[in-house]
T-cell receptor, first 115, second 114 residues
Framework: AQSVTQLGSHVSVSEGALVLLRCNYS??????LFWYVQYPNQGLQLLLK??????LVKGINGFEAEFKKSETSFHLTKPSAHMSDAAEYFC?????????????FGKGTTLSVSS | ETGVTQSPTHLIKTRGQQVTLRCSSQ?????VSWYQQALGQGPQFIFQ???????GRGNFPPRFSGLQFPNYSSELNVNALELDDSALYLC?????????????FGPGTRLTVL
């Protein structure tokens, strides 16, 4: 079975600082990986996805992630944090074939941004 | 283009009762997945429906059941509610049959079991 592990349940940064949220995956096949963001009392919004096309993936709101097979990692970064980035972030791996698929999520990382 | 919608927004039930949650998929999507998100946790896959049939199931007991209708909307039914069923229930729609099956999530239904 595939799984993801998010290191650090809570990350705090200052506005303008680098954001780094860590995600490691476990998969026996080339994975499809995703980062989602969840604002309070809302559903999940897709930030970016890795589908084997390119190892550096750019997403919305200035976020990007790099797939590193040797490290089984897919860390999320943003060069300069903004107050509006404060939210819960989830890394997920897709399990299953094309007909039936489930997303397996990590436990999430809460990002706090201070002024 | 209408996104994924869910109803109701909030729901309070007592232990032992039954509940039905509803989801309307995004236009053009034929697959619906349901997830349970307990407080402070990541979403957990309950099951997926494609062409009105269950097409994959997570580690949830049979008292969690669902339906998908010809218009691709879906229901999640939970019988004999337990306190641990209190959670945010998320519905996600996608299009199976091509592409990477990106899942688009609704805002969720917050279920509280007393």
């Amino acid at each position: 079975a595939q799984s993801v592990t998010q290191l650090g349940s809570h990350v705090s940064v200052s506005e303008g600082a680098l954001v780094l949220l860590r995600c490691n995956y476990s998969s026996s096949v080339p994975p499809y990986l995703f980062w989602y963001v969840q604002y309070p009392n809302q559903g999940l919004q897709l930030l970016l996805k890795y589908t084997s096309a390119a190892t550096l993936v750019k997403g919305i709101n200035g976020f990007e992630a790099e797939f590193k097979k040797s490290e089984t990692s897919f860390h999320l970064t943003k060069p300069s944090a903004h107050m509006s980035d404060a939210a819960e972030y989830f890394c997920a791996v897709r399990e299953g074939n094309q007909a039936g698929t489930a997303l397996i999520f990590g436990k999430g990382t809460t990002l706090s941004v201070s002024s | 283009e209408t996104g994924v919608t869910q109803s109701p927004t909030h729901l309070i039930k007592t232990r032992g009762q039954q509940v039905t949650l509803r989801c309307s998929s995004q236009s053009g999507h034929n697959t619906v997945s349901w997830y349970q998100q307990a407080l402070g946790q990541g979403p957990q896959f309950i099951f997926q429906y494609y062409r009105e049939e269950e097409n994959g199931r997570g580690n949830f007991p049979p008292r969690f059941s669902g339906l998908q209708f010809p218009n691709y909307s879906s229901e999640l039914n939970v019988n004999a509610l337990e306190l641990d069923d209190s959670a945010l229930y998320l519905c996600a729609s996608s299009h199976s049959g091509g592409g990477h099956n990106e899942q688009f999530f609704g805002p969720g239904t917050r279920l509280t079991v007393l």
